[in-house]
Every structure is written in C-alpha cells, then in structure tokens.
C-alpha cells in the first residue's frame, strides 16, 4: 500500500524557518510530480510549490523567495524549506504525489503536518 508519510511541522516564531519532509513508500513505479498544498482554517487548500521528477520547481507568488522545494528521487522524498516565515503561513500542510503504482496511476495525499507560526 502506497504511502506519504511527513513530518517537520512546528511551532515557529515569525521570522524562523522550518524544513518540511515527505517520504513515499510501498511498491512504486514511478513517481512524477510531487507537491506541498497548504490549508489554513477556514480556507481552501492550496498549491504551495510543486516539482517535476526531472526537478523543476514552480512556485506560488506568495511564497516565492521564502520557500524553496526539491527532491530525492532515490530516497522517494520531497521536501520544503520555509524561510522568513509569517503569522499567514500557518496551516496544515499536505504532500501531494502522481506516481505509478502496480494497479494504477494517480494522485496520493499524505495526512498533513501542522506548521505554526506566532510570537
């Protein structure tokens, strides 16, 4: 059974960083693009940063410059560092992955880490 498990989550002053993780696991073929999506309360969750297998990043204008994401492929892990972090970054965040398993392709939601961010 195919898995997204992540962790790193905390509470942080403003300012501080933090450095999210998710790790896929099971039998899996292939994994394309991973992601992290956020939801704050009250809100839709959204696309924070996402990356291809091949490692090109796209980035949500609010983030952009404070968030940088990248990936291992051998280690089947994506990750997000977070800089310069606001009171407004406070969410669960959630990893996202279109990966292959042996049934089928599709998309796989990890159960969320709570970030954090207040004096």
């Known amino acids: 059974q195919v898995q997204l498990v992540e962790s790193g989550g905390d509470l942080v002053q403003p300012g501080g960083s933090l450095r999210l993780s998710c790790k896929a696991s099971g039998i899996i073929i292939t994994i394309y693009a991973m992601g992290w999506y956020r939801q704050a309360p009250g809100k839709e969750r959204e696309l924070v940063a996402s990356?291809?297998?091949?490692?090109?990043?796209n980035v949500a204008d609010s983030v952009k410059g404070r968030f940088t994401i990248s990936r291992d492929n051998a280690k089947k892990t994506v990750y997000l560092q977070m800089n310069s972090l606001k009171p407004e970054d406070t969410a669960v965040y959630y990893c996202?992955?279109?990966?292959?398993?042996?049934?089928?392709?599709?998309?796989?939601w990890g159960q969320g880490t709570q970030v954090t961010v207040s004096s």
């Open positions: 990356i291809t297998r091949g490692g090109t990043p």
């Open positions: 996202n992955a279109d990966l292959q398993e042996i049934r089928r392709r599709g998309d796989y």
